[in-house]
């Protein structure tokens, strides 16, 4: 005889994975999300489990539920007869058996882009080598001599000077001194190797580089998916959490994300072969809400107005007192932000682009969840930042994904043919931000979709690819069972980023007096931004109209200034300089900023 549904309750019932190992069993009528993240599946909600996002979907191998109105909504008839559900939308009913996509946290291909040689005279951490001389000295401490002949740094720490009791009999032998600035960090009685980190905290990506700092070789990279992400897709939703739960809140997003960065901390040293016990100085770069949510500070003044943060000048910490899994005493400095919304990222990509000394006018877009926008007029910087959301990264779109294998990251339309490059030459399994930016302009440029962003039927072969009506109207990219479509809801999220981003754009250029077709350049940054067509960019009207062979793609150039700074601590004192120079450009409760916004919806060239 079963055992009773109150037993069921009380002991819990079993969740089978596959292809995964089974996971402690879950009591009855709890949420499916809730409880594969409580242990510890890696499974996405950047929506926070409201239904809307479909990262969480699941495949049920055993008897599904009935589908829900979101299932309906974001999945569609043909994944709901092949079992797929939204976790977030289902409750824990008894014993069952489901399919969990893999996790998408596996983006070192993209922290690997542009790793290079760092060059740089002065790091924030160096190590000297000293042959210790058995006939000098004689019960003198080592530290003492070192200090006394060297002309290091007299202060130490405790866990110096335990170092060199510990060192007994030592004479003799080669000792590796890493000084940080002003202090001893530790002394090696060995010949001994010294890292660094260059450090990228973004909204939904987290970032890691190991860097050697003799050499400035960048010796191996990771990165992941925030896991923040559980609590909301932007800033916003994320304070928004820390105003619900308070210190609890607080806790929670910073453990989440120091959890994060210390798994990729352990994978990037393995790449690398180093000890991550080697690693003395750490450069971190992100946006406002995420310094401060990573650094534990209460981040609740960034979201309402006046909009102030806690701080916008650099910190500096110890890694043990962050629990950042490297040598506890190592150097953790974060590059100082400009205001509220633009941070030390954006700092960090103008020190990696020289943005304030290239001549004529130089625009730099940093396209990421916030679209950040500096205008350089010779000299003069101005900045603002807007809400783009997570189209970009491949979230809210229908069939999103990161830019991962099986993501197709480009389209082209040939005649009665659609061509998709997907990451990893596998079988497309969904569309990523370059992905989705490319299938627009293309469809657009094809009589598919019109200037208002519908759907069209301009006759000819491939109109058999639009299927549905109204909101559920769509365009079949890729053939097979599990096609990827792009949703006419995928286009309308497009639109609604891009015209944020080409807004503030024309806000900037008109302060500055300029027009846009008297831009001489245009960079853009984002990890994602190697990918992109600069001919899809002004043809969807994401940029002016300029020509394309102006617009350089520079990729991730917060993790490179975050590794300049790492290799030459007085690019720090450059950092605060430009931080200050900066005019930042509050672009809410602005009327023009709202009727260039409504003006830039449209496909093409825009106000």
Known sequence: MGESPKSERRRGVEIELSPRDPIAPAPINENLLRALRARGVDIGSSCGGRGTCGECRVRFLSRAPEPTAADREILGSSAIDAGWRLACAHEITGPTRIEVPAPPGELDHKASEGARVTSGA?????????????????????????VGELGMPSWTSPSVLQTQA???????????????VDEVLDIRFEEAPVHGLAIDVGTTTLAVHVVDLDSGADLGSAAARNPQRQFGADVISRIAHVRRSNEEGLTELRDAVIAGLNELVA????????????VYAASVVGNPTMLHLMLGVDPRG??????????????????????????????????????????????????????????????????????????????????????AGPAFEGASIVQGMPALTGAIESVRVKGDRIECVVIG??????????????????LRGSGFIDETGRFADPGGPLCGRLEGEGARRRFRLSEGEEAVHLYQKDVREFQLAKAAIRAGIEILLRRAGRRSGELDHVLVAGAFSRRLSPQHLVETGFLPRIDPSRIDLVGNTASLGARRVLMDRGLNDDADSLAKRVDYVELSGLAEFTDAYIESMRLGDAP
């Open 425 to 442: 030459g596998e079988t497309p399994s969904g569309l990523c931000g370059t992905g989705l930016v490319s299938a627009v302009a293309e």
């Open 302 to 387: 960034i979201d309402v107005s006046p909009y102030r943060p806690a701080f916008t000048e650099r910190r500096r910490s110890r890694a043990g007192e962050l629990g950042l899994a490297i040598h506890p005493r190592a150097i953790v400095e974060t590059l100082p932000a400009v205001s509220a919304y633009v941070g030390a990222d954006i700092v960090a990509g103008i020190l990696a682009t020289d943005l304030e000394r290239l001549p004529g006018a130089t625009l730099f877009l940093d396209v990421g969840t916030n679209g950040e926008v500096v205008l350089a007029l010779d000299g003069l910087l101005l900045a603002c930042s807007t809400a």
């Open 166 to 180: 510990d060192s007994a009999g030592a004479r003799g032998a080669i000792a590796t001194v890493i000084e940080g």
């Open 122 to 146: 002065d790091p924030m951490a160096r190590r000297r080598l000293v042959r210790l001389d058995d006939a000098s000295g004689r019960g003198r401490p080592i530290l003492g001599e070192l």
């Open 267 to 278: 994978r990037a040293t393995e790449i690398a072969e180093v000890s991550s016990d080697s």
